[in-house]
């Protein structure tokens, strides 16, 4: 384990101006996003489309990173494989590890993570092929007396388990808990959910020995569920956000990474300059976004080459906007 390595890759994740795109969607959510344009995802098709985002020119001044699927990790663009071409671009390859989401055991409506069998040999091959981090997303749900503390710590146990194999190859781990948006709870229960989660979670860091300066943290946003009437505005989520962070992260931790989780690009953009404008967080707070930052490009797409050009014009501009929310400066 190197751990001047890991410290420095995952500084360069989260380096001022720049973050991370999440373009690692399995078979079945490229699909679901495919859907949407009414086309149909298979290996090429799915490469034309991410070859239309990676190419994009200028990307390489606000992306830090990409993470990448296991079939797209061994694609090449002209000839060159992805992690090589991305590289050449001054962008770290990354690669999802984790194999999705099952039903918990014994508890309705809860999942854990699966992925942790063979993962040592799959990690040597990724660093092989180029990655430099990997990612793991866990799920928590939110709901009548979800999430148990079972779900919290089973998921925490395995991220931990994750995060120190990756760190043996050399790999920084991107920890992702993710508090699901999708239900009708307040701000006030995300909160609870979200601390009682990242505690648990750093508590198995620890447990594990986890070098947290080689370590990124994936998260949500404190937000109120989609479906809650009342909805808080970025001020808060930014407040609220921060406030439980600083509660509950270790200041060693070498960054935080927001995914978008369903939140539209404007308020994802929106929140995240909110929550750069609250003073106090002693870690740079970034982005790890896939819809958001995909959503627009892939209608002006539309699976049509000839709409090539649009599409990275429109991608650009996402990412531009969402650089510029993460560099705002406490006031
Ligand atoms: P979203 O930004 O679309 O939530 O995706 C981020 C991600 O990587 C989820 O694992």
């Given at each position: 384990m190197n751990n001047i390595l890991l410290k420095s890759t995952a500084k360069n994740m989260v380096v001022k101006g720049k973050g991370i795109l999440a373009a690692d969607e399995s078979s079945k959510t490229i699909q679901k996003r495919f859907d949407k344009i009414g086309l149909k995802s298979d290996p090429d098709t799915n490469l034309t489309y991410r070859k239309m985002l990676f190419t994009t020119p200028g990307i390489e001044k606000y992306l830090s990173g990409v993470i990448l699927f296991d079939e797209t990790i061994r694609q090449s663009i002209d000839a060159v494989l992805i992690p090589g071409y991305l590289s050449r671009k001054g962008i770290l390859p990354g690669i999802k590890v984790d194999k999705g989401t099952v039903d918990l055991p014994n508890f309705p409506g809860e999942k854990i993570t699966e992925g942790l069998d063979g993962l040592k040999e799959r990690l040597k091959e990724y660093a092989k092929l180029g990655a430099k981090f990997a990612k793991w997303r866990a799920v928590i749900t939110i709901g009548k007396n979800l999430p148990t503390d079972n779900c919290i710590e089973a998921n925490a146990e395995v991220l931990a388990k994750y995060a120190l194999l990756c760190q043996e190859q050399d790999i920084v781990p991107i920890v992702e808990p993710e508090v699901l948006?999708?239900?009708?709870?307040?701000l006030e229960i995300c909160k609870d959910a979200t601390n009682r989660t990242l505690h648990s979670l750093f508590a198995k860091l620890k447990d594990n020995n986890v070098n947290l300066e080689g370590l990124i943290l994936k998260t949500n946003m404190v937000i109120s569920g989609k479906k809650c009437p009342i909805q808080a505005g970025s001020q808060e989520i930014a407040k609220e956000t921060v406030e439980t962070f600083l509660k509950?992260?270790?200041?060693?931790?070498a960054g935080i990474v927001f995914l978008?989780?369903?939140?539209t690009p404007d308020q994802a953009t929106e929140n995240l300059a909110q929550i750069n404008r609250v003073?106090?967080?002693?870690?740079?707070?970034s982005y790890s976004y896939g819809r958001a930052l995909q959503d627009e490009a892939l209608s002006a797409w539309a699976?049509?080459?000839?709409n090539v050009e649009k599409a990275q014009k429109v991608f650009l501009e996402r990412v531009k906007k969402v650089s510029k929310a993460r560099s705002q400066q406490p006031s």
């Open positions: 948006m999708d239900g009708d709870n307040t509950v992260v270790p200041r060693e931790v978008s989780g369903g939140q003073a106090g967080s002693p870690w740079q707070l699976g049509k080459n000839e």
